[in-house]
């Protein structure tokens, strides 16, 4: 195919729809012709059209540059020459091909008919673990010029330049891959099929030899693992830096300029002490202190003295991350001596090889299962874990992967024949040799509670981003039910006519004449029953949280606590009485299902390997409907003392919208009982753990008490006195007294006069959602910041990552986040310096667990405000605060509309907990004046 002319087209234009009007402004072509570009032809054209002021922001072109410029009529021969027997290729092809066919139509001409190549499904199958598909981040990726995205000349190019790199590395591929991917593509939405055969036909001519790293077991092309060595030596060998002269000598070796930092001394030999004294230590270090190696040099140290493996546990997937690709890769240049780290997760996070075997043996024509088997074909050429963390799918592919995600074995294991190469066994192997195992809060939690454990046996903890210990454990320890995942798990089992795994578990059944207790005709009603009081189950859920969310139709997305005066009116006796029906058909269900596979097992039934893969489905969806069956029940049926039980939904979409949880108000003894109790020795660290200098109010929630812990705290080393200033506008209302209305006008004025004196570069937070989306209309309609670019959270499209990389790259931008925004991001130098926040971040006064927390504490005779609300607000405005100042050469300005940091007594408590920075105070005139200064 190659070998035939391909033309690499992007075109520009007046918006999305051409049935609405909408007409091309540029258009570039980029022929291809045996693997070399050839010639590029771009032009802009007249849209005889105004074109809009967004596309003009986005494009950078305007009404002026497309004024003389010949018409789509004009260039309409010229195109199709170009076009003429070539394979028409796009990044989103679709788009430029409609685009395109319905111009040609609308100037009298035929369209292209040609076969087409979308790129962005070649990206997705060459490279499965990019994170993401936009035309620029994929040029960032690979270095590639692209000095003007969003012309067509210049995206014309960069996609050439991809398309041709894409077709290297599938060629590259092994030929019994490419063989499993070319038919496949077929039911893909452009013709990579016809691309694929013509490199499989190629690769028949030649067939190099496999790559060492490469095997082929079972029809599969997949990575060898790689065996660590044994890395222990004799405890005599490795001695702990003793003084800070052998730390910095240490150091040296990771760092060319290293730059002395007492304090990181400090932390690690508080970690190493504690570990060597068996005690509990709580370390909050500020930024710049550098805690992660602060933690990680003396755990490795004493995992090698004493040959005993050390767990670090984080709370976020990019901390892990961090940690693998950086700090890891530190220590091993610093340090003399081999050692061993792992990643372990969750055995769900892992594939399982011989389900998805068996799933290239399925026909399959639906797009999402289908991309998603061919990325995971190219993936395991290249994957060392099997991690689904480390793939991007689709949320249909992600539905599939609940198909092939590994859930142990319920026949026997032996006889999996996948056994020698299983992605979990090997990570649970490297686990059990590893001197450092990096986990999550979550497996850390689930190992506390697992009938077997998941961990290796281990005494040393390190925890880091401690904050989020309680809000994690709260969640484990908890039960969620969410509408999207009950029809999705129970939707798997099917009645007869809906031919799913029920259908295909009495096939097996017949063919094999197994004999059962309860008759299938019996059975199938029962299924049918089911999903009928289902529906009315959740249907009557829904209209009850409908009545009780009419109270406050401000909002759209509601929480409503389920209170035991809720739960005892008439209104909500059928909901519990539908649920009690739903569980005990549940139940019934679960029984017949159980008796059938059990009867299989009982007659040692000699399976083939499609037949055993649906056997074990069939267990692991057997699961995760025990699951489902017993939340049901401790939630709405049985209760539990302790915990707070509530409905939320989005108004407008019930009720698909609607989650229920169920968590305990509080998780300390737990921890403590289970954790704290068990081990010799924890560390919990994180940059933002003290409130006023004390850890009283985190040491509460975990469980643990002042005598038991010892205490460090490390301030950060950069001059927050000279580099950073924190101004409280003193001209804004206070909240209580106006609309909402009002003070989103009043802020959004300050927000604009602030941007435009700080030139954009600014980080503002809210604490509701709400009052974010009503600012960023006002300011993107208010028309005075045309030549900015606003970003928000949940308005742009992109996770939290992409947001804050699109930030960097636009030299005046606004970036609005809330919730995870307020940590976790890192902008260092120049790209922020502008961190403002628009309210206090205490939590809602109705949002469930803190209605629960408050009401606890003043059953016990507490001050719920200062005992809870309080510190749970300043910890956030000290994550918040962090996202200023990232380097010791960074400056910037932190602006703080709530008038209660100073008007309360109280507000200084948010005050003393920051790092000492100088305090202003000021009319919008005065800070503009003082901005200008500054910067």
């Known amino acids: 195919m190659i070998s035939q002319k391909m033309v690499v087209v992007d075109l520009e234009t007046t918006g999305n729809s051409p049935k609405k009007g909408d007409r091309i402004i540029q258009l570039s072509a980029v022929t291809i012709e045996n693997g070399k570009i050839m010639s590029q032809y771009t032009t802009f054209i007249n849209p005889e059209i105004t074109i809009p002021t967004f596309i003009e922001e986005l494009t950078g ?21 170009i076009m003429d027997g070539a394979v028409f290729v796009a990044h989103n092809v679709d788009f430029d091909l409609g685009f395109l066919q319905s111009e040609l139509e609308e100037a009298g001409y035929n369209g292209f008919y040609g076969p087409k190549v979308d790129t962005v499904e070649l990206a997705k199958i060459s490279y499965p673990t990019a994170e993401s598909y936009k ?61 694929l055969q013509w490199i499989v036909d190629k690769n028949r001519m030649h067939i190099d030899e496999l790559p060492e790293t490469i095997e082929i ?64 230590l709580i370390v909050e270090a500020g930024t710049g202190v550098g805690k992660s190696l602060g933690y990680l040099i003396p755990a490795l140290y004493y995992s090698k003295a004493m040959k005993i493996p050390v767990v670090i546990s984080t709370y976020t997937v990019q901390l892990q991350e961090q940690l693998l690709q950086k700090e890891v890769k530190q220590l091993q240049e ?20 011989f389900k998805f075997e068996q799933s290239l043996r399925e026909e399959e024509s639906q797009f999402d299962v289908v991309l998603t088997k061919m990325q995971i074909l190219v993936w395991l050429t290249v994957t060392n874990s099997g991690d689904i963390d480390e793939l991007n799918l689709t949320s249909g592919g992600m539905l599939f992967w609940n198909r092939i995600k590994h859930d142990g074995w319920h026949l026997q294991k032996e006889k999996d024949p996948w056994i020698s190469r299983d992605f979990y066994l090997h990570a649970r192997k490297q686990s059990n040799r590893a001197d450092l195992i990096i986990t999550n809060h979550s497996m850390l939690l689930t190992d506390l509670i697992a009938e077997t454990n998941l961990l290796p046996s281990y005494q040393q903890v390190i925890i880091d981003e401690g904050h989020h210990l309680e809000k994690a454990a709260r969640k484990h320890f908890g039960k969620l039910i969410d509408y999207i995942s009950v029809k999705f798990t129970t939707g798997q089992l099917g009645n007869l006519d809906q031919k799913q795994l029920y259908y295909k578990l009495e096939t097996l059944l017949e063919k094999y004449h197994v004999k059962y207790d309860l008759h299938s005709f ?14 009315e189950c959740l249907n009557l859920l829904a209209s009850t949280f409908l009545k009780h969310a009419k109270k406050r139709r401000d909002v759209q997305k509601i929480q409503l606590r389920l209170t035991d005066e809720i739960m005892s009116e008439r209104a909500w006796q059928p909901v519990l009485i539908a649920t009690e029906r739903v569980y005990s058909q549940m139940k019934g269900i679960e029984n017949a299902i159980s008796d059938r596979l059990d009867q299989i097992k009982k007659e040692d039934v000699k399976l083939e390997d499609q037949e055993k893969t649906l056997v074990e489905e069939l267990y692991s969806f057997l699961k995760d409907w025990s699951q489902l069956k017993e939340q049901l029940q401790l939630v709405f049926i049985k209760g539990q003392e302790e915990q707070v039980i509530w409905i939320e939904g989005d108004l407008r979409s019930l009720p698909t919208s609607l989650v229920i949880q169920s968590q305990p108000i509080s998780v300390g003894e737990s921890l403590q009982e289970r954790l704290f109790s068990k081990i010799e020795s924890a560390v919990i660290t994180s940059a933002t753990l003290t409130v006023q200098s004390s850890f009283d109010y985190l040491l509460k929630e975990v469980g643990l008490s002042q005598e038991k812990i010892k205490q460090l705290q490390l301030p950060s080393p950069f001059q927050y006195e000279k580099n950073s200033t924190l101004y409280i506008p003193n001209d804004l209302p206070e909240i209580q007294s106006v609309s909402v209305i009002e003070y989103v006008e009043a802020i959004s004025a300050h927000l604009i006069a602030i941007a435009q004196a700080t030139k954009g570069r600014m980080l503002v937070l809210f604490t509701a959602y709400d009052m974010l989306r009503k600012t960023h209309e006002l300011m993107k309609d208010s028309g005075l910041l045309d030549d900015y670019v606003l970003m928000a959270q949940g308005i742009s499209s992109g996770s939290r990552t992409k947001l804050t990389k699109n930030f960097q790259r636009f030299d005046k931008a606004i970036l609005f986040g809330t919730n995870s925004f307020w940590e976790g991001v890192d902008i260092p130098g120049e790209d922020l310096s502008c961190l403002i926040m628009v309210r206090l971040p205490f939590s809602p006064p109705n949002e469930p667990i803190n209605q629960s927390k408050c009401d606890r504490l003043k059953i016990e005779g507490k001050n719920a405000f200062s005992a809870y609300s309080l510190p749970e607000a300043v910890i956030r405005f000290k994550q918040g605060v962090g996202r200023l100042i990232r380097r010791s050469s960074d400056r910037g300005i932190v602006i703080v509309f709530d008038q209660r940091i100073i008007s309360t007594r109280y507000g200084r408590a948010f005050l003393q907990s920051i790092p000492s920075m100088p305090v202003r105070k000021g009319n919008l005139e005065e800070l503009l004046q003082w901005i200008e200064e500054w910067l």
């Open 522 to 535: 019996e059975l199938d009603m029962m299924i049918v029953e089911f999903y009928r009081e289902l529906d």
């Open 61 to 81: 072109i305007n009404d002026e540059m497309v004024e003389g410029a010949p018409s789509f009529e004009e260039i309409a021969p010229i195109v199709l020459e």
């Open 217 to 280: 077991y079972r029809g599969i092309a997949l990575k060898k693992k790689e065996e660590q060595l044994d890395a222990s030596l004799p405890s005599d060998d490795i001695v702990y830096p003793s003084n800070d002269t052998n730390k910095e000598k240490l150091l040296q070796h990771a760092f060319e300029n290293f730059e002395r930092r007492h304090s990181q001394f400090q932390m690690m030999d508080a970690v190493y002490d504690a570990f060597s004294c068996k005690e509990h």
């Open 334 to 353: 610093m340090t003399d001596f081999p050692f061993h780290v792992v990643l372990l997760k969750g055995r769900n996070h892992y594939l399982n090889l």
């Open 135 to 195: 035309l620029t981040e994929l040029a960032d990726r690979f270095t590639l010029s692209h000095d003007r995205p969003h012309q067509a000349d210049s995206d014309a190019y960069v996609t050439a330049l991809l398309l041709l790199h894409f077709i290297e590395v599938l060629s590259k591929l092994p030929l019994v891959t490419l063989e499993t991917l070319q038919p496949l593509a077929k039911y893909l939405k452009s013709d990579l099929e016809l691309l």
